[in-house]
């Protein structure tokens, strides 16, 4: 009975080493696993701060270049030396000031007749801001248009109407700015012969914005019964 006992004992004291021997080996594996966590947390705080660093001094230089663009165009009248800072600006900043630099590079190439090159800068620019967003929609439309009539014809008139249309989406409710790129859907419409379509811009424009076709001394109502005669209405 005595022996039983010691080697019950025993058996006993054996399986709660066995069980401490486990215990500690599932320690020490959990700090391994503890320690390569924190290895990779280290390492993405790490790769995250070398990111922001990285793009704030980008956006500092960027932002630099494009002041000394600025004060060329707008303190000395250089449009092209202008115009190179802010193709290097667009060509290599990847942030905000590449953005900016896109669309003052397509103003100059558009102000130069190089509708093609200003076309792909704006391409390369997001339409951001309430201002600047529509703005840089409708000077893409403006390409359009003035490269068909370079080529004497309405080839890309349909895509000038799908800039402006996008110009008067981005630019909503504003009275200062959408009535204008409605005017310029509308002559391009009477361009392509679509009357209609032309006749609903108008009515459109004098619904929505009753007071800026008298504040800017347009004659609207001309306008639109030019429309509904070509229109047979």
């Known amino acids: 009975m005595a022996n039983k006992t010691k080697g ?11 069980s401490l021997s486990s215990i500690e080996q599932k320690l020490e594996n959990n700090q391994k696993y503890i320690y390569y966590a924190l290895i990779a947390v280290a390492v993405v705080i790490l790769a995250v701060g070398g990111y922001l660093w990285y793009r704030s001094s980008v956006i500092e230089k960027g932002n630099k270049e494009i002041g000394k663009a600025d004060i060329q ?30 669309q003052m590079a397509a103003t100059i190439l558009f102000q130069k007749g190089k509708y093609d090159e200003a076309l792909k800068y704006l391409k390369k620019s997001k339409p951001e801001g309430d201002v600047a967003g529509p703005a840089m929609k409708s000077l893409e439309g403006d390409c359009y248009v003035n490269k068909s009539q370079a080529k004497g014809g309405k080839q890309y008139y349909n895509e000038a109407l799908s800039a402006y249309d996008e110009a008067i989406k981005l ?17 391009v419409l009477h ?15 004098k619904q929505q914005f009753p007071t800026y076709a008298l504040q ?14 070509l229109a047979g209405k």
Not at 216 to 229: F, G, H, M, S, V
């Open 73 to 102: 165009l707008l303190m000395y009248n250089n449009p092209d030396s202008a115009l190179t800072l802010y193709k290097r600006v667009a060509e290599r900043n990847s942030f905000g000031p590449a953005n900016r630099a896109a």
């Open 191 to 205: 361009a392509n012969a679509k009357y209609a379509d032309e006749l609903k811009v108008y009515e459109d424009m």
């Open 171 to 187: 630019a909503g409710d504003n009275e200062n700015y959408t009535p204008v790129f409605m005017l310029k859907k509308a002559t």
């Open 8 to 18: 019950s004992a025993r058996t006993s004291v054996e399986g709660i080493n066995d």
């Open 216 to 229: 800017n001394r347009i004659n609207l109502d001309k306008y639109i019964e030019r429309a509904k005669a």
